[in-house]
């Protein structure tokens, strides 16, 4: 599961307005965080296909998973409740914002990590 620089580019560059924002390779790929706490990833699947995961709580996520672009998150064997994938096709700016708001909502509630 390649890193893909172009990927974290994009989050990067949707996310460049916010403050508190840090980054940590994980997951295959990287992750995205305000405050600490994770926002969204990005990574190219072994499938080739350019995917991003974004966190947006669980009271969210029947919303979320109600858009036909967006697909549960399973790592392993087990669900991640609250994390949804979205590939990077169906993902055009617009899209990224939208999901973005409801991650960066759902982080700001959260208390800060260090």
């Known amino acids: 599961m390649p890193f893909d620089e172009s990927l ?3 989050m990067r560059d949707a996310l460049a ?3 508190g924002i840090t980054e940590k390779r994980m997951m295959g790929g990287l992750c995205f965080f305000l405050n600490g706490n994770m926002l969204c990833g990005a990574r190219r699947h072994k499938d080739g296909v350019g995917r991003f995961m974004f966190r ?3 009271d ?3 919303v ?3 858009d036909p672009a967006a697909s549960e998150v399973i790592h392993g064997t087990r669900k991640l409740g609250g994390f949804i994938l979205v590939d990077e096709a169906d993902c055009p700016d617009p899209s990224m914002q939208r999901w ?3 991650c960066l909502a759902h982080a700001a509630a959260l208390p800060a990590k260090e």
Request: a neutral charge; hydrophobic letters at 50%; zero cysteines.
């Open 17 to 19: 307005a916010h403050v």
């Open 60 to 62: 969210n996520e029947a």
């Open 8 to 10: 974290n580019q994009h």
């Open 64 to 66: 979320a998973l109600a």
């Open 56 to 58: 947006v709580g669980k």
């Open 100 to 102: 973005l708001q409801m």
